[in-house]
């Protein structure tokens, strides 16, 4: 079967978080390629490397990937709650839940109502957000800001603050139970096991990811449509040893995306690069159709094979 293509064509009318259905997702699929009977499960060659290690993480080409610090910029942008903690006055933690909007440099504005009869609201503290998505699979990213809390008594900071509160709560804020945590360092983590400090200006000076507002939407639809050329690049980019029974997307960014791929072996997870950067919708669909394509000119010996990627995780 020839791999279909992503409209490149565009529609506003749903917003990043609107609880569709995949089925009923409004980009239409083009396809001029004649119809060929679906092939069998994908069976993939594997070399030894199944896990892992220091020298994978490090590989320029292999593994590129945002910096943990714009890692961190996105969590914090396409979130709306986390938990602040603090020392109580008997010396012990205490972590209570919160809204929050960022201001242009990542800093966590946060609304608590009398947080001083639980912890001091002057001394050092922490906020910690998790992933909210509803297809990071199994995924777990979360960041823990490190710094101190205080009060916004700046009526200008405040003015320039309410816009992005209304935008993403569609209230008014409130004002008088805004408070701010002034970034010391913050601790990025991937999936309970990797785990990286970052600088207060690391943090300031990263960029959210380009695709965060409708990376979702464009899972969505791969995972309506293209199953089948997901599960294809999994035989042309990857080196393994196993059947391949199934393989999704989790997330994908602007230098490339994750996925999982299923087997009687457990559940692996590994990434594949874009040819190049991508910044937009357009070309997010432009890329994946190319590589659609490709894949599947490949597969049918139609040209040369292409470098594989030669290591995966097990996760389960």
Known sequence: MHPSLLSLSFSNTLPFFSPIKPAK????????????????????RCSALSFVNDACLTHPKQLQKPSPAEVCRTIMELSTTGTISAIAPEGSPVGIGARFVIDTQGTPVLCLKDPGQLFNTSGPSSFHVQEQLELSRSR??????????????????????????????????????????????????????????????????????????FAVKILYEIEAKHAEDVKRLCSVYFEAQFLVTDAKLAWLDRLGFDLYMYAEEGVFTARIPFPREVTDEKSVKSSFNSMFHLAWEVEKGYVPGIEKVSFLKKIR
């Open 25 to 44: 997702f409004p980009f239409s699929f083009q396809s001029y390629y004649p119809n060929r009977p679906c092939r069998p499960s994908v069976r993939f």
């Open 140 to 213: 777990m990213r979360q960041c823990t800001l490190l710094g101190n809390l205080k009060k916004i008594d700046d009526r200008l900071q405040l003015k320039n603050l309410r816009p992005r509160w209304e935008k993403k709560f569609g209230e008014e804020m409130d004002e008088d139970l805004i408070y701010v945590i002034t970034v010391d360092r913050v601790l990025q983590i991937e999936d309970f096991e990797e785990m990286v400090w970052i600088t207060s200006m690391e943090y300031i000076n990263a960029k959210p990811d380009p695709l965060r507002d």
